[in-house]
């Protein structure tokens, strides 16, 4: 199975706005796209309209319709403009449990993809119950750092994958830099891996990313 590659932006200043689009533009001369997903900030969505052929998804999204609901992300909105899906509970924009339950039903009455993040193990078993499109199970201490979950927490991916089976399907991400990070994280159950730094700091972006696929 290929694996699924959920490359997040976050709100890193090389990639947002125009530099947003930058690197779109550059991702797109990857042929094989159709497991590449690149999770853009808010500001930046309107994009999936310049790149129909990419896969572009938000970072949250919140419970309410179009409304008066000042400062929102609706599904909705996102679904207009193209956008299929998004991450949502990322360690870095926590939501709370009973947000998550409507979110999420929601997403499934809408055909919208939730990228459920959680933290631990007990989080992993509480929300994969709602089968969300994917769970994305990130330690939060390796976030952003040098050493891959799949290096730090390898028993992990395979018990998380284990709670998740049969119910949704696994990422997992923080540190991931490799391609080997990728194939141990697949060889243990994941669907994918989701990836922010090792990406979007490095120097040259695409060629990471190519890299990262190897010859997939
Ligand atoms: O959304 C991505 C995760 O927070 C992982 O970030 P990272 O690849 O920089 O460790």
Known sequence: MEPEIFINFKHY???VG??????LADFKSIKNQDSLYYCVAETDLYLQKSFPELHIYGQHVDSNGYGAFTGSVSMESLLDLGVKGSLLNHSEKRVDSSIIESIVKKSKELGFKI???VE??????KYSKLEPAYIAYEPPELIGGDISVSTARPEIIGQAAEICKGRTKLLVGAGVKTKEDVDTSMALGAAGVLIASGI???AKPI??????????
């Open 13 to 15: 200043n090389n990639a």
């Open 207 to 216: 060629n990471r990313l190519v890299s990262l696929m190897g010859n997939r």
């Open 115 to 117: 990228i459920l993040c």
């Open 120 to 125: 631990n193990l007990d989080e992993a078993e």
């Open 18 to 23: 125009t530099n947003s689009e930058k690197l």
């Open 200 to 202: 979007i700091k490095n």
